[in-house]
Nanobody
Framework: QVQLVESGGGLVQAGGSLRLSCAAS????????MAWFRRAPGKEREFVAG?????????YADAVKGRFTISRDNATKNTVDLQMNSLKPEDTAVYYC??????????????????WGQGTQVTVSS
């Protein structure tokens, strides 16, 4: 198993930036595809971004392309980060880190990711 702990959420004005981080412990971090999902008030959890096991490939939801960047550190920190720029009020959500030892990094299906963090709140004011 792998344990995931997110950090970095908070309140920011529209147009601002935040950086989320997810720290993983347990099994070999590089064995896991990693992703960020979010759940906005009154909506279902949705895929935001994913990164391959090596970190060499990434995938983004259309709503965040060009504004968000996912990255991972397999060498020293065992973390996956989400840099969020040009934030909009519609980015307000609880953001979750997810890990999957067998699936693909671009899989948008919530029910197919095996491990989840507790979530971190991001609020963007207009």
């Amino acid at each position: 198993q792998v344990q995931l702990v997110e950090s970095g959420g908070g309140l920011v004005q529209a147009g601002g930036s935040l950086r989320l981080s997810c720290a993983a412990s347990g099994r070999t971090f590089s064995n896991y595809a990693m992703a960020w999902f979010r759940r906005a008030p009154g909506k279902e959890r949705e895929f935001v971004a994913g990164v391959s096991r090596s970190g060499g490939a990434r995938n983004y939801a259309d709503a965040v392309k060009g504004r968000f960047t996912i990255s991972r550190d397999n060498a020293t920190k065992n973390t996956v980060d989400l840099q969020m720029n040009s934030l909009k009020p519609e980015d307000t959500a609880v953001y979750y880190c997810a890990a999957d030892p067998q699936g693909t990094y671009y899989n948008p299906r919530v029910d197919e990711w095996d491990y989840w963090g507790q979530g971190t709140q991001v609020t963007v004011s207009s």
